[in-house]
């Protein structure tokens, strides 16, 4: 079982699937995950119809103040963490990703 290590920064990394096969796919998200291992930062990949990179969490080994980068609390983090949990568990078909990252993106809107 892997440990959420919040000494280390924590960066969500959406990769554009869009169009591609599931193999394809996921031989996209496996090269990212592939260049974006670092043991000083920990990194989640998640298929999305976009790319983007958020960094979530500074990391208290790099920061005086850790803290979540443009949110306030860590209620804030931990509320983010089970989005992103919500949406890996709900389906990995890329239909199923696509709507739950959709209707994530509009709650934060809205």
């Known amino acids: 079982m892997n440990e959420l290590d919040l000494k280390k920064p924590i960066f969500v990394i959406y990769v554009n699937v869009n169009g591609r096969s599931s193999p394809k796919a996921e031989d996209m998200l496996l090269t990212v995950k592939k260049h974006f291992n670092f043991s000083n930062i ?40 089970n989005d992103i949990i919500e949406i890996l568990s709900s389906g990995t078909t890329d239909e199923s990703l696509k709507m739950s990252l959709r209707n994530l993106t509009l709650e934060r809107i809205l």
Request: glycine share 4%; aromatic share 10%; hydrophobic share 40%.
């Open 42 to 81: 920990t990194s989640w990949i998640i298929a999305s119809d976009h790319n983007k990179i958020d960094l979530i969490w500074q990391g208290s080994d790099y920061s005086d103040t850790p803290g979540i980068t443009n949110i306030e609390s860590f209620e804030s983090l931990i509320l983010k963490i």
